[in-house]
């Protein structure tokens, strides 16, 4: 089933002052995703049978090259109609008019069957790129353009994330930090993660021979046999281990209990932890709180500059 709907794109024959978003929107993509350069822009009028005009740059040992497109928009979601020979007329004469080295359709349905082999005829000659609406939806996740998409297609964008959404970290940090596993390093936040199924363990390690068992190391690993390495590694050193599943502490409500309940032991005395389990501990929260919480603002994390500046307690 389609993720994206193309139909949240303005009409484009509807003079409605959005009748050119489709063609910003083709813009936008090479550019951010392709990162060609934009030769002529889109524009109203009379354009000669071309809609953008974009440069791709190759950089070889010695030397370098470009390659110039010329971009055709078709956008009948609406209709839901093909892009056929009649919408796609003279492309020879029209990458000879722009002295383009080649030819992209971007279409928000599909060519027709009598389109295709026509575009399989003039590959012997001319480069033929087809960009249909599956493969332009299958470039922005898989490039994972979120922005993009979610500048270009909001109400697609806010279902999806309803779906998928637990495997894009939020921006709360300058950068991205990673939860490394303790065995092969594999950071456990970026494997794909599907409902019911639990990859990876947060460990605590207990030193049995205090009174209140006192943790003295945290760690996350690899459900399987990194788990199990690693339980190895501290029986062997007279460690015993106690576990929860990653996936349960990314579940914003089991976050907030798990963290409620560890404030709530340590100053009970029911649990200890030693200054380096504490800082694993913490880490680890952080680092799942990206997959937590939700996005902060542009005008949020300004003022989290703000306020990190100031003493405490003003």
Same mark, same amino acid.
């Given at each position: ?7 949240? =794109?303005? /009409? ?7 009748? *050119? ?19 002529? !822009?889109?524009?109203?009028?009379? *354009? ?32 839901? %109609? ?10 020879? *004469? ?39 609406? /599956?493969?332009? !939806? ?11 998409? %979610? ?14 959404? %637990? ?13 490394? #596993? =303790? ?8 494997? /794909?993660?599907? !409902? ?48 929860? /599943?990653?996936?349960?502490?990314? =579940? ?34 952080? #680092? ?11 005008? !949020? ?14």
């Amino acid at each position: 089933m389609p993720i994206i709907d193309f139909r949240e =794109i303005p /009409e484009a024959h509807l003079a409605s002052g959005l009748q *050119d978003t489709f063609e910003l929107f083709a813009r936008d993509f090479f550019v951010d995703i392709f990162k060609f350069k934009i030769i002529s !822009e889109p524009s109203r009028g009379a *354009d000669g049978g071309k809609d953008l005009l974009v440069s791709e740059s190759h950089q070889g040992t010695l030397s370098a090259s470009s390659f110039t497109w010329l971009v055709s928009c078709k956008h009948k979601a609406h209709s839901g %109609k093909t892009i056929t020979s009649n919408d796609e007329n003279n492309i020879k *004469d029209r990458l000879s008019e722009h002295k383009a080295n080649g030819f992209i359709g971007f279409y928000s349905t599909l060519p027709s069957s009598g389109l295709n082999n026509r575009f399989e005829s003039f590959k012997s000659e001319n480069r033929i790129e087809i960009f249909d609406r /599956e493969k332009i !939806e299958k470039y922005i996740l898989e490039h994972k353009r979120y922005e993009l998409f %979610k500048r270009y297609f909001p109400k697609s964008y806010k279902r999806w994330i309803e779906i998928d959404g %637990k495997n894009i970290p939020s921006k709360i940090f300058d950068s991205y930090q990673p939860l490394s #596993c =303790i065995v092969c390093g594999k950071d456990l936040l970026k494997v /794909e993660r599907k !409902e019911n199924v639990n990859h990876g363990i947060i460990g605590m390690v207990i030193d049995s021979d205090t009174e209140n068992n006192k943790c003295t190391e945290c760690y996350v690993a690899c459900i399987g046999e990194c788990d199990r390495r690693a339980q190895a590694y501290y029986w062997q050193n007279g460690k015993i281990t106690a576990w929860d /599943e990653l996936s349960d502490l990314l =579940i914003p409500t089991i976050y907030i209990r798990r963290y409620m309940a560890l404030i709530n032991q340590l100053q009970s005395g029911e649990m200890e932890m030693e200054d380096k389990a504490l800082e694993d501990y913490k880490k680890i929260l952080l #680092c799942v709180s990206q997959y937590v919480f939700r996005h902060q603002s542009a005008r !949020e994390m300004e003022r989290v500059k703000i306020l990190a500046g100031l003493p405490d307690g003003i």
